[in-house]
């Protein structure tokens, strides 16, 4: 047996890559073009030796903050040229190689340019908004300023800094009596405030010039017919006109420091319309040219900006690259005897020879007389897990590693998720017209692969397209699954030939409560298209449905305690396959296999045996005969004669079972063997570990000898070339910690036998409810709209069952059933040998800097 599994082949994933411990001492000339060529290799791990030290106390601190700063800038012109509005397209020529200090004094350069443009926009901006705003006042206030009296026209008195009015005051009538019989302006000694103020606080302006005022004064306002831009934010703000009129200095005083308060800009507005005509031409002419200055420094500005986009990219790319350089540079050890740095890290075994030509090449370029020395240390710590894997695989990896990364070179669960978890999705989802839907997205994703792969996608397409295999595989799967089924949008076929059933009648009016006939071999795959409709359908499907969800559980669950009878022969470790890996086959089979085997028997017998029946009287009656709910030999009791030596026997079991005494007879069941198997299995799994690992830690650690032990017969938990499996001190052995942590695991695994195979019952029960579903939308929805005449309530009916279909079975449906497939792998399945312990592989390469990695 040994010499058979040793000569198999070993399987692609099933294990992660042998992982070495490598020390590099390298020259300083040469360091920084030697972790440059690293990174784009991409296969080594680096150890940060200076973890004890803060980021500010480490040798290229100061090169990581020029880095930060570079990055700083570049990211206040990419957000100038969003801005802008601008799309600047990459250049594809190569550019040269620029260096650090060069590519530092450019965007010094180009920051101070763009700066000192958008300082000055700023203020032209400013200055074009208070004229616009001016030309706006003197528009709309004109209408609220009329002449005092004829032979007052002509004449004005303009307010110092805003306001206006007449000298020669008399208050002699209050601002109500002035409104309702105006006069002469110059006699009344009226004033007015005019300006222009945001929309949003004019009602809270008005309110508190009313109250400032105690009513003393008289509000208009009205709408500016264009917007102004607001500089500080770029948005057009809609703003309002409003001209104030009050009586007396203290007045103006409390409406001038309100208008500051809210922001209103206040503009002089001369009564005289000649002047205001003048006034208006000033302004038109002045707004005139400062929009050919904006317009001009702003063709000015986008200029700057795009000479600066057509390298952004590459710079960007450039900087993220120098500092993760430095930032690798600051993990390692600084010699300065010996003007050299020192680090170490983890690589694949077969990547020795690649990193060692890179080195190689390292020192060639950068005229080092001194080379990199490279050599293998001595593991002192459990090593990363790395598998190698490609676009297909990658996704299923993915859903393993979010569970757990594996122990290192432990058996990985993905190998078989591959097949197993699309299969199961399948089996709760299968209709292959919603399969061919999945299908569908699945192809587009595919197609569109190489374009979306460039594009930064949203949360929700990134995962969509990051899982466009799994979503591949789960949808032809759920073609296989809906074939079997049966079941085209809930709509059964005659795919495969004619129905082996038909009615009684030629009206098939009693096949619902009656029944069909059978007149011919049965349906050769999948579901008879005869059951949909028929009086026995549900209960068909879902005696059908469960037996299927018990054996494919039994049959996953299977595989999982096998491979961790692998995982114990790989690791060296007897005891786990002495003491768990059998007595676990033993309790599930003798239960659960046995249960298994009664399925299939009765589905190649059809058999009318109650399965139930069975099980249940298994433990609480095992030795009465079974009657017509035998379905096999092996069920019945076995007659045995004994010699008298068993006579006790006998009288032991006349005492449990009653019947006419033998001395020479017994009666052996094979249902009792099987019960008496699972009872000693749990003992089995419990006490003898415990103790054996107890006797051979007293044998390893007595006399003189205190080495720790070297194998897992002790430590379990020691990976390969780790630290703890071969140091020079002795660890506490806690039989009482050991003996507890193994009865948590042998009543876990009693426990979850039975309620993990319970849990597969979600396929029956999702399958179920799919089925249900979609045949609630086709009957209650399409069918019934189609039997109406009026094509009005036929598209209405369409468009609701479509909707049906696409939001609730093919996104809440399928998503649940992605979920349930993921419970059954990571807990029924994973849990019986997967550590999930391990941690990622992470080497130092440039195809991993994201663009956030800033």
């Known amino acids: 047996m040994e010499e058979f599994l040793d000569k198999l082949p070993q399987m692609d994933l099933m294990r992660s890559e042998k992982m070495t411990l490598v020390q590099l001492i390298i020259p300083v000339e040469s360091a920084h073009r030697s972790i440059t060529y690293l990174g784009e290799l991409g296969l080594l791990q680096f150890r940060d030796l200076n973890a004890d030290k803060s980021p500010f106390q480490r040798t290229f601190a100061n090169q990581v903050k020029r880095c930060g700063e570079m990055s700083r800038k570049l990211r ?17 020529e190569i550019e040269p190689d620029i260096e650090l200090g060069d590519l530092e004094r450019q965007l010094a350069d180009h920051e101070h340019e763009v700066l000192e443009m958008n300082s000055n926009s700023e203020k032209l901006r400013q200055t074009y908004n208070e004229l616009l705003e001016f030309k706006i006042v003197l528009e709309k206030a004109s209408g609220f300023l009329v002449s005092s009296n004829a032979h007052a026209i002509g004449e004005e008195t303009e307010l110092h800094e805003s306001t206006y009015s007449n000298n020669g005051f008399i208050e002699t009538a209050s601002l ?24 949003d606080k004019l009602l809270r302006f008005e309110r508190m010039l009313f109250r400032a005022t105690r009513g003393n004064m008289l509000f208009n306002q009205t709408t500016s017919d264009e ?92 900087v993220r690259r120098e500092k993760a350089v430095y930032d690798t540079l600051n993990m390692l050890n600084f010699d300065v005897t010996k003007k050299c740095l020192v680090g170490e890290g983890w690589c694949p075994t077969f990547a020795k020879t690649q990193i060692h030509e890179v080195l190689q090449r390292a020192t060639f370029d950068s005229n080092s007389q001194v080379g990199v020395i490279f050599h293998v240390m001595q593991a002192v710590e459990s090593p990363p897990t790395y598998f190698r894997t490609n ?13 757990g990364v594996a122990r290192y070179q432990e058996a990985n669960p993905a190998v078989y998720s591959v097949v197993t978890y699309p299969f199961l999705f399948a089996v709760m989802f299968g209709d292959w017209g919603h399969g061919l839907c999945l299908l569908l997205g699945a192809l587009y994703l595919l197609a569109r692969e190489r374009k979306l792969s460039t594009q930064k996608l949203g949360s929700f397409m990134e995962m969509l397209f990051g899982g466009r295999y799994v979503i591949l595989l789960m949808a032809l799967f759920s073609i296989y699954c809906g074939l079997i089924y049966n079941e085209f949008f809930s709509v059964p076929f005659h795919i495969f030939g004619g129905s082996a059933y038909k009615c009684r009648d030629t009206t098939c009016s009693d096949a619902y409560t009656v029944g069909l006939v059978k007149y011919r071999d049965p349906y050769p795959f999948g579901v008879d ?87 249940i009287y298994m433990f609480l009656s ?129 426990l979850g036998s039975v309620s993990n195979t319970a849990s597969y019952l979600r396929l029956w ?9 979609s045949t609630v939308f086709y009957e209650k929805v399409l069918l019934l709209a189609w039997g109406y005449e009026n094509i009005l309530i036929r598209l209405i009916g369409v468009a609701v069952f479509a909707f049906a279909t696409a939001f609730i079975l093919l996104m809440m449906e399928t998503l649940s059933a992605f979920l349930h497939a993921l419970r059954l792998h990571w807990v029924e399945f994973m849990g019986k040998f997967f550590n999930g312990d391990g941690y990622k592989f992470k080497p130092f390469s440039f195809a991993l800097i994201s663009d956030d990695d800033e």
């Open 76 to 92: 206040f012109f990419k957000d100038q040229i969003d801005k802008a509005g601008l799309r600047c397209s990459p250049r594809h």
């Open 529 to 615: 298209p005869s059951w949909r409709g028929s009086r026995t359908e549900l209960p068909y499907l879902n005696s059908l449905k469960m037996k299927m969800s018990i054996l494919l559980g039994i049959a996953q669950m299977n595989l999982g305690l096998i491979l961790s009878f692998f995982n114990a022969r790989f690791f060296g470790s007897s005891l786990d396959i002495r003491y768990q890996f059998i007595p676990q086959m033993i309790f599930l089979n003798s239960l659960f296999g046995y249960l298994s085997l009664l399925i299939i028997i009765k589905w190649c017998t059809g058999s009318q045996a109650d399965l139930y029946h069975v099980m």
């Open 176 to 199: 109500l009596e002035q409104e309702m019989n105006p006069g002469p302006s110059n006699q009344s000694g009226l004033r007015f405030i005019s300006g222009i103020i945001n929309k």
């Open 765 to 773: 029960a999702l399958s179920l409810a799919h089925s249900e579903l």
């Open 622 to 750: 095992p030795t009465e005969e079974l009657g017509e709910n035998e379905l096999f030999w092996g069920q019945r009791p076995l007659q045995a004669r004994f010699p008298s030596r068993f006579f006790i026997q006998n009288y032991i079991g006349y005492f449990f079972h009653p019947t006419p005494l033998d001395t020479h007879t017994r009666y052996n069941n094979p249902q009792i063997m099987l019960l008496l198997l699972a009872f000693i299995a749990v003992p089995w799994m419990l006490f003898p570990k415990p103790f054996a690992l107890r006797k051979i830690h007293m044998e390893r650690f007595q006399g003189r000898t205190y080495g720790v032990l070297g194998t897992s017969e002790v430590d379990l938990d020691v990976e390969p070339d780790s630290a703890r499996g071969g140091g020079h001190h002795e660890e506490e052995f806690n039989f009482s910690e050991i003996f507890v942590h193994q009865l948590i695991h042998s009543i876990e695994f009693v």
């Open 227 to 318: 917007e102004i831009m607001d500089p500080s934010t770029s948005e057009m703000v809609e703003k309002v006109v409003f001209v104030v009129f009050f009586s007396g200095e203290q007045a103006r005083t409390k409406i001038l420091k309100i208008c500051e308060a809210f922001g209103a800009n206040c503009y002089p507005v001369p009564e005289d319309t000649t002047k205001q005509r003048q006034l208006t031409r000033e302004v038109l002419s002045r707004l005139s040219d400062l929009e050919a200055t904006l317009d001009a420094g702003t063709r000015h500005r986008n200029n700057a900006l795009n000479s600066v986009g057509y390298s952004l990219t590459n710079w960007m790319t450039t």
């Open 391 to 403: 676009k297909l695989t990658n996704a299923f990896q993915e859903i393993i590693d979010a569970y």
